[in-house]
Nanobody, 125 residues
């Protein structure tokens, strides 16, 4: 069964940067668009970014556009999220998930084939 494992979370000061990584295994990584979704404490899931199967197209929510950059390396079965100019409101558990189609906005939950376990990002002084 397919697996996704996120890493790279941690504690960072406002204005700082982190790079999250999500490594896939046991499924055809290049056959899927990849998404990043986050959940802030006490809040619902918020889709924030996606990248198409070959890495040619990306999409972002307004909340992260211009600050976050998604990329992928299909040779390494890895998708990354470079997060710059982090703000306290970015504090959340960050998840990666795969979808068959590349979304320009939040896809329905039913579109996700695989999910990672999440990695915690805390932005605080």
């Amino acid at each position: 069964e397919g697996q996704l494992v996120e890493s790279g979370g941690g504690l960072v000061q406002p204005g700082g940067s982190l790079r999250l990584s999500c490594v896939a295994s046991d499924f055809s990584f290049s056959s899927y668009a990849m998404n990043w979704v986050r959940q802030a404490p006490g809040k619902g899931l918020e889709w924030i970014s996606a990248i198409d199967k070959c890495g040619r197209s990306t999409s972002y929510s307004d909340s992260v556009k211009g600050r976050f950059t998604v990329a992928r390396d299909n040779a390494q079965d890895t998708v990354t999220l470079q997060m710059n100019d982090l703000k306290p409101e970015d504090t959340a558990v960050y998840y990666c998930g795969s979808t068959e189609q590349f979304p320009l906005d939040a896809p329905p939950m039913s579109d996700y084939a695989y999910w990672g376990q999440g990695t915690q990002v805390t932005v605080s002084t």
